[in-house]
């Protein structure tokens, strides 16, 4: 007796605190929760801002990369010049270096240094002091420039400061002549050393043309790898401390050598989480409704009865359907633990419904998977812990060790029943693997023209540009006209791969816009002039309804005169030889319209619906007289559609054409 009482003594303090130390318990479980959700969504927004931020840079890279490589590839075909030629005249070097500056590049100025000394520099003008420049007695050049000489191949350095003046990155290129005294103009043979060619690249516009210099780029910059030496190298862009800030790190592949770029988020990496005061409030919440549990009675009446027998025969039809249905239908309980899985699911994933029936999503996600998709499986258990419709959550399963990852898309809707309580989950699934590989397959393919075919398109543009320009001897009748069918076919290739490629971004929405008011009829004008070289070549003529409404609109202006660009080349294209074409601007209303007119053979009513489809293209004639791609309409609605805006075309057979397109006037 004495020990009982001593027991329920002791017990009294228990039962008279057991509600504070619950309250303590829920607090402390909440306040824990509350930090690791905070450090979580730090983590999350960490990641997210590294994809961000390695996105954009990798733009930069590319643009970076591709310019850098296109003006070194340029001047290849001046070596098999100089191969041919090792005595070649000031007079013959300035005409071919001509022909290299015509091309669109950031060249700043050519010059050759047989035996290491310049000799020729191309324009003169504004750098005669580096004539006589000695590479070998150079102590700020000699270096790189007998690097050159060793690995027999482009190697671009810099920045340089030059002897001229100002600073620039100088792309170097070695010239052997073969051994047998043989010019066979073969720049990979290696025999006797020549000399150089060194191609000055204008660093300002470099930048400014990869977007370097950019005022709204949401990241800070920094470049490494002076003389290409990569992460050895000095830092020659940007802010040195950037590389100890943990940035996202990329390397830009020269044609020997590397550059290192380093990248953080305008600002740096946050120390708290955006939506830190949201996961706050949401846990206090939760701690108020774990304290506040609300208990209901049972429901007996014949109502609830008669709910419970339409539920059945819905149950039932629900089934029926889902043995019909070409998908696969799937239930969970109130526990979110599967219990339904119609038979197509075993049919189309080769997973036995008894292997899922009664076990939690979360024991069913395979590790792998979950290393690489964390935070969308996070999100989609808090969504069904949270009772949360989703649709189109993807992820992917191995059914067993020897058999094929099969990727799943799945939708679902929480059940409630009459009085509102949760019961349960009901939805749909769908094997979308063969859809998942074509986009990967497609990916793979926008990648390899971006990076397979534009770099050797240059080089063999520039190279069919110099011979040509008879860069090398004089050429027979025949072979200059083939060579001129090749560079043509050249500039249709590269205009195909750049039609393909913004395409697609525009449909990915990767291509980015950076609207600006301007001057409508400027940036009008401005097209016309740039495109009256084309409309020569069909012997057709431009002409502006002067004056132009002076219009300003909120616009991207390269954009803009892309879309000027197809309009007009295609106007050149179908109208009739000595022809004029009619461009206007005018207001209609809140809207800046322009317009432009051919007298061509005009379009037929069956491509009415079709005309801004992509790949779509009409020719009157029998055969295909007129080159494209059959995406610049296509390009141009997508742009125009950016931009708010509606393009569209009045014709008549036999007497012309008008597309025109209207963008909102700005304030």
Known sequence: MEIQSSFRSSYKPFRKHGLALQLLAVLVIVIFCDIAAERFSLIREHDQLRVSTSNALGTLRARLEGEINSNAQLVRGLVAAIALDPGMTNERFTELAEQLFKSKSQLRNLGIAPDMVIRYVYPLEGNEGAIGLDYTKNPAQREAALRVREVGDIVVAGPVNLVQGGQAFVSRIPVFIAKDGNAK????????????????????????????????????????????????????????QLFTLNPVLVNVILPYGSWQMAAIPNGGWPKHAANVNQIRTIFALIAILALTIISFTKRLSDRHKQAEHKAHMSDLRFRDFAESSSDWFWEMDENLKFSYLSERFEKITGWPASAIIGKLRSELVDQKEWEANAPQWQKHFDDLAAHQPFRNFEYTIVPSSNSKPVTIRTSGVPIFDIDGNFTGYRG????????????????????????ELRTPLTSIKGSLGLLAGGATEKLKPETAELIRIAHGNAEHLTSLVNDILDFEKLNSGHMKFHFKKCDLADLI????????????????RFELEEPLAPLTVLADQPRITQVMANLLSNAAKFSPKGDVVHISLHQDGNMARVAVSDNGPGIPEQFFNHIFDRFTQYDGSDQRAHGGTGLGLSICKNIIERHNGEINFDTSLKTGTTFYFSLHISD
Request: hydrophobic residues 35%.
């Open 428 to 451: 749909t699934g769908e094997d979308i693997t063969e859809r998942t590989l074509l986009e990967k397959s497609k990916s793979e393919f926008i990648s390899t023209v971006s990076h």
């Open 525 to 540: 004008r401005e097209s016309v002039e740039a495109n009256r070289g084309y409309s020569q070549q069909f012997d057709v």
């Open 185 to 240: 103009g073969d720049f990979w043979e290696k025999g006797n050393f020549w000399g150089l060619i060194s191609a000055v690249i204008d660093i300002d516009r470099l930048y400014k043309d990869t977007g370097l210099l950019n005022d709204d780029l949401p990241i800070e910059i920094a470049i490494r790898g002076k003389d290409a030496l990569g992460a050895n190298g000095d830092v020659f862009f940007g802010e040195k």
